[in-house]
């Protein structure tokens, strides 16, 4: 069935934007996307459903709305990487001015639904798995802008929000063939991935964490149960009786970043290259996530988050980008 709900995502050009746009065509005629950055041919998104705008550009965000008339938006859009090298500005700036921006022009245009994409990393660290309930206390200025995009949500009386923690988000789409596009790319799984398919030394960071083996433990989602979870959002925002809610999206279980390493030595069945740096600031040393309530409320598990799975996945996704060119670090 092709529903008629018009649906416009913020940060479409990203990684989960790219992907999520992919899987809601299917099943939405419309589906119109917006970045301040054009997408990339590989990311397969239709120029007439592209906008490209940045959200600090109130006016030309206005015509953007203005032209789509949404039903709904899905705001991905964020300066997402962590690294204590960007200054603290510039994480307020790309996540929560621009959300105040566009809470700001659908409040012009009368829109009330929007789902919001958030992170693990608004949590305060503890050694067990982590509910929507348990106290926030950011360590990354990545972190600590996403707490505040997220209250400037919640203070809006008007709109009606699902807001969205993801965890680890990993792996790519297989139909059509997606996956994550960074240069330079920071995240670990793709990193292992690509580097080891080219022979090259893996950076990892900290072996002295309090875990079992001394590397950091992380709750691993694929994103094709990224995208579903989204889709399962859409569905329960437009029900009548919808109140707003915050769901964890996570696997619910947490593995080491030394387990990672194995699961990839044991698929590509050649050693790989490893080197032990120091920890990056902000870093925890572990996030797992209770996946409780979006199985209450979204009725929705993941169905594709083994770390195998997601492995795999990644092997097939960065073979296809190397096979074309796509180069996600200089060297």
């Not at 950055?37 to 490209?52: Q, V």
């Not at 105040?100 to 660290?125: D, G, R, W």
Request: charged share 25%.
């Amino acid at each position: 069935m092709i529903f008629s709900k018009k649906i416009l995502i913020t940060g479409v050009s990203g990684y989960i934007g790219s992907c999520l746009y992919s899987h809601l065509k299917k099943k939405y005629k419309f589906v119109y996307g917006l970045d301040k950055s054009s997408p990339k041919k590989l990311a397969r998104i239709k120029k007439i459903d592209f906008f490209k705008c940045n959200l600090l550009n109130s006016k030309k965000l206005s015509r953007v709305i203005n032209f789509t008339k949404p039903n709904i938006i899905i705001h991905l859009a964020a300066q997402s990487t962590v690294d204590p090298k960007i200054p603290k500005k510039i994480y307020f700036i790309n996540n929560v001015q621009t959300t105040k921006n566009l809470i700001s022009s659908m409040k012009n245009h009368k829109l009330t639904k929007i789902i919001f994409s958030s992170t693990a990393a608004v949590y305060k660290e503890k050694n067990s798995v982590i509910s929507e309930s348990d106290k926030l206390s950011a360590k990354s200025n990545y972190g600590k802008s996403k707490v505040a995009a997220e209250n400037l949500i919640k203070k809006n009386k008007n709109i009606k929000y699902i807001i969205l923690r993801f965890f680890n988000v990993s792996g790519a789409l297989s139909n059509p063939l997606v996956g994550e596009m960074h240069f330079p790319e920071t995240h670990f799984i793709p990193t292992l991935v690509y580097k080891s398919l080219k022979n090259q030394t893996i950076k990892v960071f900290g072996k002295n964490y309090n875990t079992q083996d001394g590397t950091c433990i992380r709750d691993y989602i694929h994103i094709s149960d990224i995208c579903h979870s989204i889709e399962k959002s859409v569905a329960y925002i437009f029900k009548k009786k919808h109140k707003s809610k915050i769901i964890n999206v996570g696997n619910g279980v947490g593995i080491s970043n030394l387990q990672i390493l194995q699961t990839l030595k044991n698929k590509l069945k050649y050693k790989i290259k490893i080197s032990f740096t120091k920890r990056r600031a902000g870093d925890c040393a572990k996030l797992i996530c209770n996946i409780e309530k979006s199985r209450k409320n979204l009725n929705w598990k993941p169905q594709n988050s083994k770390i195998e799975k997601i492995i795999i996945d990644e092997i097939i996704w960065s073979k296809y980008l190397l096979k074309r060119g796509f180069k996600r670090f200089k060297n």
